[in-house]
């Protein structure tokens, strides 16, 4: 049921027109505490909160202010400067875990600040995870800084990315007081020119096989080091020269050095097991400075196509055996002595014998 609806006299609109919608019979509250001047325009009766404006005794800094429900320190300040001020209440868990809170629920949203930002945030009860902040996207996130530069400071940063992560930059640097890892199943790196500065020692475990591949006839691999260079291969060694192969040994004695035991020749080949074997398809040469020592555990062979010839410069040529040594130049062979004495000696007063169908003795 419906109540009349009438309208109002002239009389009464006049009245609300002139003296307001109600008659005020007392003045507004004003406090004043310590020199700072309140004025309270509502109270609620309920929950007590109040809206309320102050001013200092400066006469300039002045406020609006809107408290929350009694003892729950919520407040909202308007300050006269142009500032606002929003205060929760503190996180009572006697209260419920949604206590303190700051809740916003809203469909978009735009932030434009003119001026700089400051955020401080802080795990507070959460002494589990401490976890002071998280945000969590259903879209993509993106950040842009333009100008400047972005700094991320903290005790250990870890970044997740369960597909693929891209660091992209016209400049990247990785520094680091410690130790820098790197794993992956597989690591692929491309450059124009790679360049490794390694003050101290450079060590790589577990690589069962390593190839290095150049396509350009130009390249060239370098070792250059001052120090000793040390080679330990449990298997084959297998070395394929296209061009040509040169060894220069300066054979400076380095007593420091602990690679090399016996430190009288420059040069030592040694086969612990197997012979050794040289094959040229033209010629080799031999060359010393000083005398050359052949010694053999077994029989000596020497086979030539052509002639061989052995000439001693300056001394005699000395040929030692315990059995007897034997010249043979065959059938269609001569052999032949010269010399300004040939002289022919038997040890022990044995004889000396010449044979064949002629023989001549001038």
Sequence with gaps: MSLPVSAASKETYDTIKNEGIFRQTTPDE???????????????????????????????TQALCIDGPKDSDGAMTFHGDGAITLMTGVRDPNRGSGSGKLNIKAWGGQQDYMDRV????????????????????????????????????????????????????GSIKI???????????????????EKNIILGQQMTFGVSEKTEIAFDPRASVNIITPGHLNHKILGDYCVNVGGMEEHLIGGVLRP????????????????????VGLDAATTIDFKAGGAVTTTAGGAVTTTAGGAVITTTSAGAMTLKATLGIFADAGIAG????????????????ASVKSAGPIVLLN
Excluded: H, W
């Design 30 to 60: 004003i406090q004043e505490q310590g020199g700072l001047t309140v004025n309270t325009l509502i109270k609620g009766r309920l929950t007590r909160a109040s809206i309320y404006e102050r001013e200092f005794p400066d006469k300039i």
């Design 118 to 169: 400051d955020l401080s945030f802080n795990f507070g009860t959460d002494t589990k995870e401490k976890r002071a902040l998280s945000i969590v996207c259903s879209g993509d996130y993106i950040e842009q800084t333009e100008g400047a530069e972005r700094q991320i400071i903290a005790k250990t940063i870890r970044i997740v990315a369960t597909e693929e992560l891209v660091l992209e930059g």
């Design 175 to 193: 520094q680091s007081d410690s130790d820098v890892e790197i794993s992956g199943t597989a690591i692929n790196t491309a450059s124009i020119n």
């Design 256 to 275: 420091e050095s602990p690679l090399i035991k016996d430190k009288s020749k420059a040069f030592n080949v040694k086969a612990a097991l197997l012979g």
């Design 334 to 349: 001569k052999f032949e002595a010269k010399g300004m004495d040939f002289e022919l000696k038997s040890l022990l007063g």
